[in-house]
């Protein structure tokens, strides 16, 4: 009797675990049993077979194997406006695909956010990248998001009047 290998993503349930045979008639059910559970992790756990209710002899048990691999992890950062000479907006990350309840404080290293764009860059359009994170669980991915600079509001600049008579000096302006 062999115990069936099987694969599965971190935090999802154990499959229906199922043997082979081979030989005789098999008469009972052997027991199967896994220590693995949807919060266990990433990793090889044995897929334990034992006689249970079989009543055949000369009987050989094989053990299978749970792989548990890395469940997929996107982080994401949006889109944003500013204008030119503004500083950048704060920019909020975003994650699809935690399990178990989890959130970004299984990260076993946090994402850094950057952007070439500073205050005085020029208007156009700026990458917004995400990147660094690392998770024991977890596979994770990227979305980039983008920074919109816009032109700044225009800055009216009047000079003041004065008034002088015929003949003296102008006023310091």
Do not use: H, W
Request: proline share 5%; with cysteine.
């Amino acid at each position: 009797l062999a115990a069936k290998s099987y694969t599965r993503e971190y935090g999802e349930e154990n499959p229906a675990f199922e043997f082979t045979t081979e030989g005789a008639a098999l008469e009972g059910e052997p027991v199967l049993a896994c220590e693995a559970t949807a919060t266990s992790a990433v990793g090889t756990y044995d897929i334990k077979i034992s006689k249970g209710t079989v009543k055949n002899y000369n009987d050989t048990y094989v053990n299978g194997t749970l792989t548990i691999t890395k469940a997929p992890l996107t982080i994401k950062v949006g889109n944003y406006t500013r204008k030119q000479g503004e500083e950048n907006p704060e920019f909020t990350i975003e994650y699809e695909g935690f399990k178990n309840g989890e959130t970004a404080d299984v990260l076993t290293q946090q994402p850094v956010v950057t952007t070439e764009a500073v205050k005085k860059t020029a208007p156009g359009k700026y990458a917004i990248t995400v990147s660094g994170a690392e998770a024991e669980n977890y596979e994770i991915s990227y979305v980039m998001g983008e920074l919109t600079v816009t032109e700044a509001d225009p800055i009216m600049l009047a000079a003041k009047s004065y008034t002088r008579e015929y003949g003296e000096e102008n006023p310091a302006f």
